[in-house]
Nanobody, 122 residues
């Protein structure tokens, strides 16, 4: 599956952004999906994942209650709605796919989109 992330940008603290991930190639609904982020000089890590059906979700503690992951299998799209953003959320965000029903294990994600930069100013 090929992935393309979009929707990053600059926003003030307290603001919101919605990231999108467009998928093509293999059947999108065969994959659990996830959003990773990477701070400068750090390894990227998983912040949210969603099952193939969209019913189950998982969030890393620092984004719980602020970020919402969703997907539209009919349109081969995944989203990350980010609210109440803080400068600590500034990072490059990546969408990724795992050949699984649902996972929050980072090594399960084998297909990656390019990153999209999110910058939150104070």
């Amino acid at each position: 599956v090929q992935l393309q992330a979009s929707g990053g940008g600059m926003v003030q603290a307290g603001g919101s952004l919605r990231l999108s991930c467009a998928a093509s190639g293999h059947s999108f609904s065969d994959y659990a999906m996830g959003w990773f982020r990477q701070f400068p000089g750090k390894e990227r890590y998983l912040v949210a994942s969603i099952s193939w059906s969209g019913v189950r979700t998982w969030y890393e503690d620092s984004v719980k209650g602020r970020f919402t992951i969703s997907r539209d299998n009919a349109k081969n799209m995944m989203f990350l709605q980010m609210t109440n953003l803080s400068p600590e959320d500034s990072a490059v965000y990546y969408c990724a796919a795992a050949r699984a029903d649902m996972t929050n294990i980072e090594s399960d994600f084998r297909s990656w989109g390019q990153g999209t930069q999110v910058t939150v100013s104070s």
